[in-house]
């Protein structure tokens, strides 16, 4: 089954918060935590690697903490896997040429019968969570419903 990481859901809530926020407004990694219960330690590592990716920036001072660097238009659920997880992959056989060390690590892959399928299946899914952007996510449900 597919399913979203913790850290996927803990970046995404992130990112969602900070869209959210009025204006230039930061808020710190435990406003985050404590507002949607979720652990502050690795709310803090989702955190420096989305500000390492360029997608949010840290603030210091009193009154420092995160916020958005970019519009929440140029931010795809892919961009936020990526970030936190590495490269999307449906199955382990399928690799990330860009990433040194990262080779096929299926021993059946000659002889698979599904391996074309899986990532053909795979380019599909990663083309389609670029397409998902974080302003879509956050967007009322009621505007979601009128677009369909």
């Known amino acids: ?5 913790k850290k996927t859901g803990y970046g995404l809530i992130a990112l969602s918060h900070l869209a959210k926020m009025e204006g230039e407004q930061p808020a710190s990694a435990r406003e985050i935590a404590d507002r949607h219960g979720i652990p502050l330690s690795l ?6 690697e ?7 920036e840290s603030v210091r001072g009193a009154h420092g903490g995160y916020r958005l660097a ?19 992959r449906l199955a382990e056989c399928i ?7 990262d080779d ?9 019968p599904i391996a074309d399928p899986v990532h053909r299946v795979n380019r599909r899914l990663a083309d389609f969570l670029k397409t998902v952007t ?5 967007a009322p449900a009621v505007a979601a419903v009128e677009d369909s």
């Open 43 to 48: 709310l803090m590592n989702v955190l420096k």
């Open 95 to 101: 690799a990330d040429h860009d990433r040194p060390g």
């Open 1 to 5: 089954m597919l399913s979203m990481t």
């Open 134 to 138: 974080l302003a879509e996510i956050i």
């Open 70 to 88: 970019v519009e929440p238009e140029e931010i795809s659920l892919a961009d936020l896997i990526t970030t936190v997880e590495g490269p999307i």
């Open 50 to 56: 989305l500000s390492a990716a360029g997608y949010v």
């Open 104 to 112: 096929e690590t299926c021993h059946l892959l000659t002889s698979c």
